[in-house]
């Protein structure tokens, strides 16, 4: 996948995770968001990618994890144990999706489920999250996407 | 009411349990397969009431966890439904495997001989995975049944929910994994592990609904949830449907147009609106676990026999019967004569219950937690470290991909077992230390016997020493007979050795010269732990002619 489908992938998860948990928060409107974010994120994925390449068979999940760990910067309370949720979520998908790909002769993504796994351990010690380790977190993440 | 459910159960269970005793007595030509639907409706049951059994643990672990806890009716009534599917789950592999005498070979034991577990098999994770989950949920049911009576035992409700939390999702991922490791063009999926865990919560959510309206009471924040995952779970269907083609409009309609009724008020309102919509959400979920679980290009549910149907009914009559008998029966008997499961503080509407909170303060949990999490982990990276570090003639190469399945729930039941252990002895009684104690010596005995395997002693005693020639014979015998599991090349069949378990034994010349012909003529003929016997089906010369080419493939392999 080349560089401007990745950039785009964030830029998407980006501006969908802006409406997540804006108060009022309602189950139905955050599962809504939720759900109406993995419909576009699928048919942006059916649309511009190769469906064929095993590795795009979860995409639209990878989407929306990364999604949901951007969401979490904007929550009030108990950042620091949903920032940890949604990296380990994040993990998970890619995990278990490698996994899969293994048993079907491909290599692990073992570097970016690493990276994954170094910021959830390193958020779990965030005691006090500023708006300038937001932006970092961020970067971290985008990072992550596009270069592992 | 209880009385009325368990007779339905019950008639259900009768209905079934002939097909149940035909299933098991003819083996897997009892339901309908054919060459591309080697998994048909056992596995399709078992991965349903998998996903049943998930609810309990959804609705009373996740929700502690984060901080809103349900009322303990509807805790208590969620756990138990756990228990009871995992129970009815737990009948159908021993079924699929069709042959009930071997069912020892689902269990993963080890052999002083060599014979090792498939680490390897998706199959191996999920039955470590669903045992510990059974473990810790029936402790978790515990705990929070005997918490009234028992108020030390409060403490220890959330930490467990915070055990159970992760073990809940994983045990669903491995489930999963049954499918999407395969290469069946179907099964090709990994989104998996999110797609099945979301199925297993929402027709979870529908029977914990459906038991609630027995209750004659009603959680709202449940239905709400229920309809937001019918919008996740129609993505799936979609993203399905993007990626491979397949598409079920019953499957679509029932489980993700039928659940919209619920924002018409006078359906959400009313009991039996409330049923027409769980049960089309589980008829939904059932219809499409079967279609996965059997891929074929025809629809393979237009040709039920009377022995499918027959296992639906047995199962859906098993749970009834199992769940409504405890409910009204045993619950009682648990906690004093006047008093039903879950009643002893539920005083007041369920519904408004959503937004308690528990009074325990978070930083308590990790205190508690810290001593037995540390004694998992360290159980864990001792277990990692021996898998990887075995050697064994017959044991495919493991890497950590291939370990890492059964870290956590080894991690949660070390951890569990050990957060409950003092507190549980502290407040039993005697005679239940007496049975513990005999329990866990009777476990030792079995985990000893289960290692040292049985006796693979050739008998003394005349062997026919007449040969056959040729090797064409021989070969045509291996292809026909062996390599299914052994490989043509005798180096494995790969398929099979990603795929099931028990792993087959790896043909070298070193071994072959080991055991003896004698005795490899009788593993063939008698069968040996995980092999089955090929005497009737194969001659004793034939046997021998077998060894001979074993021997042929293994030197070739040199």
């Known amino acids: ?148 | 009411m209880y009385r009325i459910l368990v007779y339905i159960g019950a008639a259900l269970l009768l209905l079934g349990a002939f097909a149940f005793g035909v299933s098991l007595w003819e083996g897997p030509t009892a339901w309908h397969t054919d060459v591309r639907t080697f998994w048909g409706i056992p596995i399709s049951l078992f991965v349903l009431w998998i996903g049943l059994a998930h609810a309990g643990t959804l609705i009373s672990a996740i929700f502690l966890a984060l901080g809103y806890p349900l009322g303990r009716r509807t805790s208590m009534v969620a756990e138990l439904s756990t228990l009871c599917s995992l129970a009815v789950a737990a009948l159908f592999p021993l079924v699929h495997l069709g042959i009930i005498e071997n069912f020892y070979m689902v269990v993963p034991f080890l052999d002083a001989r060599g014979n090792f577990s498939n680490l390897r098999s998706p199959l191996v994770w999920d039955f470590c995975c669903i045992s510990v989950y059974g473990l810790v949920s029936l402790l978790f049911f515990a705990t929070h049944l005997f918490s009234e009576k028992f108020p030390d035992l409060k403490k220890l409700i959330r930490p467990m929910a915070w055990l159970l939390f992760p073990l809940v999702l994983w045990v669903h991922t491995i489930v999963s994994l049954d499918f999407a490791v395969t290469f069946v063009p179907q099964w090709r999926g990994a989104f998996f592990p999110l797609y099945f865990i979301a199925g297993a919560i929402y027709s979870g959510l529908a029977l914990v609904i459906i038991l609630l309206t027995a209750e004659h009471c009603r959680v709202r924040v449940l239905e709400k949830l229920m309809l937001g995952l019918s919008w996740f779970m129609a993505f799936f269907w979609l993203w399905e449907f993007l990626l491979k083609g397949s598409f079920s409009f019953e499957v679509v309609f029932l489980g993700a147009v039928v659940p919209q009724l619920m924002w018409l008020r006078v359906i959400r309102e009313n009991a039996f609106g409330r049923l027409l919509v769980a049960f089309s959400v589980l008829v939904s979920l059932g219809l499409e676990r079967y279609i996965l679980v059997t891929p074929s290009e025809y629809n393979a549910a237009e040709y039920f026999s009377w022995t499918d149907l027959g296992l639906v009914s047995f199962s859906l009559g098993l749970f009834t019967t199992l769940f409504f008998v405890f409910r009204a029966k045993f619950s009682s008997l648990l906690e004093g004569e006047d008093v039903v499961m879950g009643e002893i503080v539920l005083q007041q509407d369920e519904s408004d219950k959503e937004s308690e909170k528990v009074s325990l303060p978070e930083k308590n949990d990790f205190s508690i937690l810290r001593l037995p999490l540390l004694l998992g982990v360290l159980v864990t990276l001792l277990y990692v470290v021996w898998a990887i570090s075995v050697e064994n003639t017959n044991l495919a190469p493991l890497s950590v991909v291939n370990v890492v399945p059964l870290c956590l729930p080894l991690l949660v039941l070390v951890a569990s077992f050990t957060l409950c252990a003092r507190p549980l002895w502290g407040i039993s009684g005697k005679r239940v230390k007496v049975v513990c104690a005999v329990l866990a010596g009777i476990l030792g005995c079995l985990a000893g016997a289960f290692w040292a395997g049985g006796s693979s002693d050739v008998p003394s005693g005349a062997v026919s020493v007449q040969e056959i020639d040729s090797t064409k014979t021989a070969e045509f015998i291996w292809s026909s007979r062996c390599a299914g599991c052994h490989g043509q090349d005798g180096k494995f069949n790969e398929k099979f050795v990603r795929e099931f378990y028990p792993l087959p034994q790896k043909l070298t010349p070193v071994r072959l010269d080991t055991l003896g012909e004698d005795s490899l003529v009788k593993v063939i003929l008698d069968g040996r732990v995980n092999m089955n016997p090929y005497r009737g089906r194969v001659s004793e010369d034939e046997a021998r002619g077998l060894v001979r080419y074993m021997r042929h493939l293994a030197g070739e392999g040199e």
């Open chain 1, 1 to 148: 996948m080349d560089a401007i489908l990745n950039a785009l992938c964030c830029l998407m998860a980006l501006g969908t995770s802006m409406f997540l948990w804006r108060r009022p928060v309602s189950i139905f409107k955050e599962t809504g968001i939720l759900a109406l974010s993995l419909v576009v994120f699928g048919l942006f994925s059916y649309l511009t990618m190769d469906l064929a390449e095993p590795t795009l068979e979860y995409m639209p999940f990878r989407m929306l994890a990364l999604c949901i760990c951007f969401s979490t910067t904007s929550l009030t309370s108990h950042k620091t144990r949903y920032l940890v949720l949604s990296q380990v979520l994040w993990l998970w998908v890619e995990f278990f999706g490698g996994l899969t790909f293994v048993y079907h002769g491909l290599d692990m993504p073992w570097t970016r489920i690493v990276a994954i796994g170094a910021g959830a351990f390193g958020g779990a010690f965030l005691s006090h999250i500023s708006r300038e380790m937001e932006f970092l977190l961020m970067v971290y993440w985008i990072a992550v996407w596009m270069f592992f």
